[in-house]
């Protein structure tokens, strides 16, 4: 029988305390943002260690963004990495990653992808404050005005998120630079194929539900804490995550681990946001073994590439996967 896309038989670890996300603004960004799926569409997925397992790795491949793939008797599992948010020249969409998709039956993506509305509405209905509270009032006098400052130099309002809860401020602080030097959320990898794939059987790995609540369960400290991260790595959010896209499409997994990785050291947020997650998706995957077909699964690049990567998480299981691109 298939596995339903809620399936996640192992709790996640909780996530640390405030301390946790000082000094790491861009690797915040870039894991929580993949953590959250589109509600941050302008981060690459994932936070991944820079040591690639030589079983998935060694072998050269083409340039082009990385795809893997593993396989019994009468099914193929395909598994790449996306960039939930490419500037709209980049062309990826070719050779063994178009065909390997062409030729599947079901699309797997993080979170359902081709409803919208309930996306919207899934984040608006969690993301406003309560009580009458207002978000800059929850900010000391000093971030706050670094805050305003960073609105102000995004040509919005100091007042405009005053109503949302701190986490919704810096998914919209983070995905504003990036749209305004070109990127666009509607060429990230995930939507694309979405689009490619509107006759194909679809499935998700988590509940929109599940990644939002990584996001709103969060203490309004880690939050706030978060969001003063947003802040710093503003002015330059656009250049990093170019930099990511420059690995990611000449399939340059180890190096996109790499970045990814810098500066993520607490071991309670790795597990959480990682580990936990990818250990969940290969338990999903193992199940789905047991059901005829092919199937295209594509999450976050990060996902697939280092320690703790769901191909490490499969060949403990007993699985060997194999790069083709």
């Known amino acids: 029988m298939h596995p339903p896309s809620h399936w996640k038989p192992s709790p996640q670890s909780p996530i640390s305390r405030g301390s946790v996300w000082k000094n790491r603004p861009m690797q915040l960004l870039k894991s929580l943002a993949r953590a959250a799926g589109t509600i941050a569409l302008m981060f690459t997925g994932g936070c991944a260690a820079a040591d690639a397992d030589p079983q998935y790795a060694a072998a050269p491949v083409p340039a082009g963004p990385a795809l893997w793939k593993l396989a019994d008797e009468d099914t193929t599992i395909y598994l790449f990495g996306t960039v939930h948010a490419l500037p709209s020249d980049v062309q990826w969409y070719d050779g063994r990653v178009a065909a390997a998709f062409e030729a ?18 899934a984040l608006t ?10 978000l800059r009032d929850l900010m000391t006098p000093e971030d706050r005005k670094q805050y305003e400052q960073a609105m102000i130099d995004l040509g919005l309002p100091p007042g405009a998120l005053d109503p949302v809860e701190p986490w919704y401020a810096a998914m ?122 092919t199937v295209f699964i594509a999450v976050g690049a990060g996902h697939l590439a280092g320690d703790g990567s769901v191909q490490e998480q499969l060949a403990k299981r007993g699985y060997k996967v194999e790069r083709v691109h």
Do not use: C
Request: net charge negative; no cysteine; hydrophobic share 45%.
């Open 104 to 121: 599947s039956d079901e699309l797997v993506t993080e979170i359902a992808m081709d409803d919208q509305l309930a996306l919207t509405q």
């Open 125 to 134: 209905g969690s993301a406003m404050l309560t009580d009458g509270q207002n």
């Open 172 to 293: 919209n602080l983070s995905v504003l630079p990036l749209v305004q030097s070109g990127i666009d959320p509607a060429a990230g990898v995930d939507m694309v194929l979405t689009r490619a794939g509107a006759n194909k059987r679809k499935d998700a790995l988590e509940t929109l539900e599940e990644q939002v609540a990584l996001f709103d369960d969060m203490p309004v400290a880690d939050q706030l804490t978060f969001l003063d991260a947003t802040v710093e790595a503003v002015p330059d959010a656009a250049r990093n995550l170019r930099e990511l896209i420059d690995r990611w499409v000449v399939g340059d997994a180890v190096g996109l681990a790499a970045k990814m990785n810098e500066g993520l050291e607490d071991p309670a947020l790795y597990q959480r946001l990682l580990i936990d997650r990818n250990r969940n998706w290969a338990g999903w995957i193992e199940h789905r073994l047991a059901e005829p077909g």
